[in-house]
């Protein structure tokens, strides 16, 4: 992977609540590595769209939390290709068996 991509995953990453608000991206879909929102978050912003979540989130997303007026749009493949699902505003301490460890792109999309 390129150092720039690589840069760019670390900091929208390691990027905290205030400064998000800041700069006025306070909606965001979230995702977790484990089930039940346990174990890292990584922040997909209202319009966001991740072609890949990187290395060490594909494959390995097991719970979200999609706020109200958004959906969460998961694929099984990079490039928004293979098979999908729409998380509707919600919290799902579960993506299910068939989802689980199974991300490797996504978009938030809100009203």
């Known amino acids: 992977m390129k150092k720039s991509i690589k840069l ?15 700069a006025g991206l306070s909606t965001a879909c979230e995702m977790f590595l484990h089930s039940k929102f346990k174990g890292n978050k990584y922040l997909v912003y209202s ?8 290395k060490a989130w594909n494959d390995q997303v097991s719970s979200v939390k999609v706020p ?14 293979g098979f999908d699902k729409i998380y509707p505003a919600g919290s799902y301490s579960y ?11 996504v978009k938030c999309i809100c009203n």
């Open 8 to 22: 760019f995953f670390a900091i929208f990453l390691i990027v905290n609540s205030s400064s998000v608000q800041a």
């Open 47 to 54: 319009g966001s769209q991740i072609a890949y979540v990187g």
């Open 68 to 81: 109200a007026g958004c959906q969460l749009k998961v694929y099984l493949h990079s490039q928004f290709k």
């Open 95 to 105: 993506v299910g068996d068939a989802w689980n460890d199974q991300i490797s792109s």
